[in-house]
């Protein structure tokens, strides 16, 4: 069974910290792994990333694949209160010409003042 | 309006009525996705669909639900006969068309109460 684990479950930091948030997965037919940022609505796409080694980059936000080690960090630099969020993390799986999401359990991260 | 639109927002319905919820994707994409979310679990897949074909609905119960893309209008999820374990978030995605490594963009999803 394509199995994506997240940790930690959650994450209380204070504002300004660094957090690096984890994603392993095992799954047959990869294609790619997504990040998503969720609040109380919709998930909104963070990066997708499909080559190891090559990190994605946006503002204080980056990611980074191994596909030899099954895994992927999601890092964020001098969090801020907007931060707080589940943290999701999916795999795109190849099944034609659009993929189903394999969906991990999520970070809970909570940004203190 | 450029996003991945669904509606309700909320819906609540009494055991054994019907449920409908709706999606729209966005403007380009001919591809939808629903997925489930229960309270404290991640987003599971339910159904792929393209305009007036089911791709995959291997996530998808067997008994009580369906899905469809018609040619003209939005994506509808139905859930005959509901129980209270239909209680849950319903998210759709779209993607565009054509294109493998797109990603899917989510609506803000229905919240179904089941009474």
């Known amino acids: 069974e394509d199995k994506v684990v997240q940790s930690p479950l959650s994450l209380v930091v204070h504002e300004g910290d660094t957090v690096t948030l984890n994603c392993s997965y095992e799954?047959?037919?990869?294609?790619?792994l997504l990040w998503y940022k969720q609040e109380k609505k919709a998930p909104t796409f963070l990066f997708m990333l499909?080559?190891?080694?090559i990190e994605k980059k946006s503002g204080r936000l980056s990611s980074i694949l191994d596909k030899k080690e099954l895994f992927s960090i999601l890092n964020i630099t001098a969090t801020q209160t907007g931060d707080s969020a589940v943290y999701l993390c999916?795999?795109?799986?190849?099944?034609?010409?659009?993929?189903?999401?394999?969906f991990g359990t999520g970070t809970r991260l909570q940004v203190t003042l | 309006n450029a996003g991945v639109m669904q509606n309700p927002r909320h819906l609540v319905r009494r055991r054994g009525q019907e449920a409908r919820l709706r999606c729209s994707p966005m403007?380009?994409?001919?591809?939808v996705y629903w997925y489930r979310q229960l309270p404290e679990e991640g987003l599971k897949f339910m159904v792929y669909?393209?305009?007036?074909?089911?791709?995959?609905e291997s996530g998808m119960p067997k008994e009580r639900f369906s899905a469809e893309f018609p040619k003209e209008g939005p994506s509808i999820l139905r859930i005959q006969q509901v129980v209270r374990g239909d209680s849950a978030a319903y998210f759709c995605?779209?993607?565009?068309?054509?294109?493998?490594?797109?990603?899917?963009?989510f609506g803000d999803g229905t919240r179904l109460s089941i009474l």
């Open positions: 669909l393209q305009k007036e074909n089911i791709i995959d």
């Open positions: 999916a795999v795109a799986l190849n099944t034609g010409t659009a993929s189903k999401l394999t």
């Open positions: 403007k380009g994409h001919s591809h």
């Open positions: 499909t080559s190891s080694g």
């Open positions: 995605a779209s993607s565009h068309l054509g294109e493998g490594h797109q990603p899917q963009h």
């Open positions: 799954v047959t037919n990869f294609r790619s």
